[in-house]
């Protein structure tokens, strides 16, 4: 997998560059046990340890979209079995940028319905970025009735910059199509489970994500809206994305404080593109986990938990029931 | 450097100075519209029929029957949740739209009467920080919704919104999911919502309660929409279609049921819950 390096990790890259050379240098000779190899290893080892430990939100913004990150489809490849992909909204289209489909994990078969971004350029366009039209919130709907009446879980992965802001998206209602589900999901009758793995933009984001649980990884991120989207409006100039990144709290940790999140998926140290196979089986252990909790719950249950649990969400004064 | 300088009148001599909003210039004909004649005529204007932009309390007084609303809590007040130190600080923000507006927050609520029929309302305020949604907003409105389930009433969700809250991050977000959710078991019980749109209404609100109604209503030009105009230009970078994200715009698509002139919308929500109120038992 190629990772090429973001801004902030420049030093590591250096060090490790520094000691190829090193190495190449002192070549047939006891490399490990030169002292300044050494050293330059030891350094290596605490810059990483330094940079990856003291993450800024915008840092993480950054991993979260980094190209090489594990995408749905990955995880569906690496923590699932046996996935059947189904197409279509039945009304309009299919859209590439939300597959979804019946699919195993550990002992439960179950619906699953990601956003999907493309590696390469044509992939990408293909996958619309992973910017869902109306045709992907109204399939992911229809997959999520079926899981109701075959008594299916859901699961589903969040990965998107937001629904597509497009003519065709306005023209076909991609707000309703949000709204609808948002609506829906609050009152299905079966266990769902969300995880945010990469960007968690927005409404589009939170179109497929009103679950009984909802997991983050540790350098995802869910917001109102993008940085620098905020940036634009808040501070008038996109250049201030890094400070609405911190302003606006949207990190795994912060949203676990505020209750939003159930649980943070750690990644292998810089980022789950340092290894897919590691961050699924960590996802695959955590969406196991969740599963198994909410199998045992009525469905009338886990339904007035869920209506509990998102009416909560609010920050005011006063305001005793009357 | 103009060769046609406006005048100033700032300092200058007081014979000339014309009263503050005495007139103001109507944006759809450019005719100049007197103030008072705009009050008296529910701010539309009388010689091409734009809407202005209408007080949500100043609406509500026009739109129930008289005497009969009750406003409903009054004592929610934001807060700065995530103490928002941006360009400019939340708390700074929210002082500013409060003496401003004279209201709390974005939405004001209650139970009021439609030609003698209880109804649940909640109106948005575009004035208080563009109708943005925030947690109070979200509240207001979830409690409206819920209030109706729990008496068997129809609701009636005025909008006019810019979208979410930002200062409020995550927290406006979930007001999302929270009245969306609200109207989910208030539909089950086989209440009617009605959902009326004013301009503008856009982002998070659109994308939400805003689209749910069993009926939507939109009022005449209002600009009803997901994403601002100029993100989809600089996205897409297309042309976008004449009337595109008007409320005439959307009814031709299928979002909106009717546009209702301001001045007709009280007899239309009359007419219209006179047929979806005929299952619940304070019909008679």
Excluded at chain 1, 193 to 200: D, F, H, L, P
Excluded at chain 2, 100 to 111: H, I, N, P
Excluded at chain 2, 240 to 249: D, S
Aim: one cysteine or more.
């Amino acid at each position: 997998m190629n990772t090429l390096p973001l801004e902030f990790e420049k030093p590591i890259v250096e060090l490790e560059r520094k000691l190829e050379d090193l190495k190449r240098h002192l070549h047939g000779q006891e490399v490990n046990a030169d002292p300044e190899v050494r050293r330059i290893a030891e350094r290596i080892d605490k810059t990483r340890q330094h940079i990856y430990r003291n993450l800024t939100a915008w840092q993480r913004v950054q991993i979260a979209r980094h190209q090489a990150r594990p995408y749905s489809l990955d995880y569906l490849r690496l923590a699932f079995r046996d996935f059947i992909e189904l197409h279509g909204d039945r009304l309009f289209s299919d859209d590439k940028a939300m597959p979804g489909g019946l699919a195993t994990i550990g002992e439960f078969k179950c619906v699953v319905i990601a956003h999907q971004k493309g590696r390469e350029v044509k992939e990408n366009v293909r996958r619309n970025f992973g910017s869902a039209h109306p045709e992907g919130y109204r399939k992911a709907l229809r997959l999520m009735r079926m899981a109701e009446k075959f008594g299916l879980p859901v699961v589903s992965f969040i990965d998107t910059p937001g629904a597509y802001p497009g003519v065709g998206a306005e023209e076909r209602h991609v707000s309703e199509s949000i709204a609808v589900n948002l609506r829906e999901m609050m009152i299905l009758k079966t266990p769902t489970v969300a995880v945010v793995i990469g960007e968690g933009g927005s409404g589009g984001a939170l179109g497929i994500g009103v679950s009984d649980r909802v997991l983050i990884l540790e350098n995802a991120y869910y917001s109102v809206i993008s940085p620098e989207g905020a940036a634009a409006i808040l501070w008038k100039h996109r250049q201030h994305a890094a400070e609405a990144a911190e302003a606006m709290k949207l990190g795994a940790r912060e949203l676990q404080e505020f209750g939003m999140v159930d649980e943070i998926i750690p990644e292998p140290l810089g980022g789950a593109h340092h290894d897919h196979e590691a961050s699924a089986r960590a996802l695959q252990e955590a969406v196991l986990k969740h599963l198994r909790e909410l199998r045992a719950v009525p469905a009338d249950e886990l339904v007035a938990k869920r209506y509990a649990k998102f009416r909560r969400f609010g920050a005011f004064e006063g305001g005793k029931a009357i | 450097m103009s060769f046609f300088e406006k005048p100033s009148f700032i300092g200058g001599g007081k014979k000339k100075q014309i009263p503050n909003g005495l007139f103001v210039k109507c944006p759809g004909c450019g005719e100049l519209v007197h103030n008072l004649e705009l009050q008296e005529n529910q701010h539309v204007c009388p010689n091409c029929e734009h809407h202005f932009a209408f007080g949500a309390r100043e609406r509500l007084a026009h739109l129930l029957d008289p005497e009969s609303f009750v406003e409903t809590d009054t004592d929610l007040r934001p807060v700065d949740v995530l103490g928002f130190q941006g360009a400019a600080a939340y708390k700074e923000r929210l002082q500013k739209y409060q003496q401003k507006t004279g209201l709390v927050d974005s939405v004001v609520s209650g139970l009021g009467k439609l030609d003698g029929r209880e109804v649940s309302i909640a109106i948005m305020d575009f004035e208080f920080l563009g109708g943005s949604m925030g947690s109070v907003a979200g509240e207001k409105i979830t409690r409206a919704i819920e209030r109706a389930t729990a008496r068997q009433l129809p609701v009636i969700v005025i909008s006019a919104s810019g979208g979410a809250r930002l200062y409020e991050g995550m927290f406006s977000l979930m007001q999302m999911a929270k009245t969306s959710g609200a109207l989910a078991l208030h539909s089950q019980a086989r209440l009617p919502y009605i959902s009326i749109l004013t301009n503008p209404t856009t982002g998070g609100v659109t994308a939400s309660f805003a689209t749910l109604g069993d009926v939507i209503l939109a009022e005449p030009k209002a600009m009803i929409g997901f994403a601002g105009p100029r993100v989809i230009r600089e996205t897409t970078l297309q042309d976008l279609p004449p009337g595109f994200q008007t409320a005439e715009f959307l009814e031709s698509h299928g979002l909106v049921d009717i546009i209702v002139s301001r001045k007709k919308l009280r007899e239309t929500l009359i007419s219209l819950l006179a047929y979806l109120c005929c299952a619940t038992p304070q019909s008679v």
